[in-house]
């Protein structure tokens, strides 16, 4: 198995599931640094150490860097929005628990701030990851 798979599984895994999961009540702001800081030292320690000539490999371990990434902007956003609408913004995404999203559904409670955070934060999950993979 291609090990480039692994870290890009793990870089779009983890990170979608923070964003989705974000505001549930099990999913603290300590565990998920706990988590990315984790994976961010597994991730580095790999780049530094695995050999250069396995390009794949060096894959697999930038997708462990790429949670804690999307984890900056995360909290970034959140602080934007508070300061702005005083709460935290509303992830305006498919399949998120916030928002109605059947056909033809309004969201008068989200505002147009809240869609740039959301589609801000898939933009920085997946053009870091296309980043890194070209850059390494």
Known sequence: M???IIGIGIALGISFFILYTRKTKWMKPKIVWLICVGLLII???????SNA??????IMYFGFCVPIIYWIFDRFFKRISENLHK???ILFLRYSDEINSGFGAKNPQV???????????????VGTLFIGIQTI
């Open 53 to 58: 000539e396995f390009r794949n490999d060096r």
């Open 2 to 4: 291609d090990n480039s």
């Open 87 to 89: 709460r935290d913004f």
């Open 43 to 49: 991730g580095l320690f790999g780049i530094l150490y």
């Open 111 to 125: 505002k147009n701030s809240d869609k740039l955070f959301s589609f801000g934060l898939l933009i920085i999950i």
